[in-house]
């Protein structure tokens, strides 16, 4: 069965910087090499929103909101994606889901807090 589990999450004074993780499991190697992945957020009140794609090739887009800020990497051989956000700011408050788009499937989510 395909999961995902992200992990890194917390509470950050503005400024700072976290490293947010994402396993995917129930997937061989070949196949998650091919996927392409997904980071979203959804903060309270708002819809959930894509902030960050990687693609199997290593290819990367971003939101504007997290354009040189963010950066999200991608280690194969431990089924793993990461998101690095520094320079937080309070309105990067959410929470972050990783999403494997082919399978569509969602992890639980990492809460990201952003203190000012």
């Known amino acids: 069965q395909v999961r995902l589990e992200e992990s890194g999450g917390g509470l950050v004074q503005a400024g700072g910087s976290l490293r947010l993780s994402c396993v995917v499991y129930?997937?061989?190697?070949?196949?998650?090499?091919?996927?392409?992945m997904a980071w979203y957020r959804q903060a309270p009140g708002n819809e959930r929103e894509l902030v960050a794609i990687?693609?199997?090739?290593?290819?990367?887009s971003y939101a504007n909101s997290a354009s040189g800020r963010f950066t999200f990497s991608r280690d194969n051989a431990k089924h793993t994606v990461y998101l690095q956000m520094n320079s937080l700011k309070p309105e990067d408050t959410a929470v972050y889901y990783c999403?494997?788009?082919?399978?569509?499937?969602w992890g639980q989510g990492t809460q990201v807090t952003v203190s000012s």
């Open positions: 999403r494997l788009p082919t399978f569509d499937k």
């Open positions: 129930g997937v061989s190697g070949p196949i998650f090499r091919s996927e392409n």
């Open positions: 990687i693609t199997s090739g290593g290819n990367t």
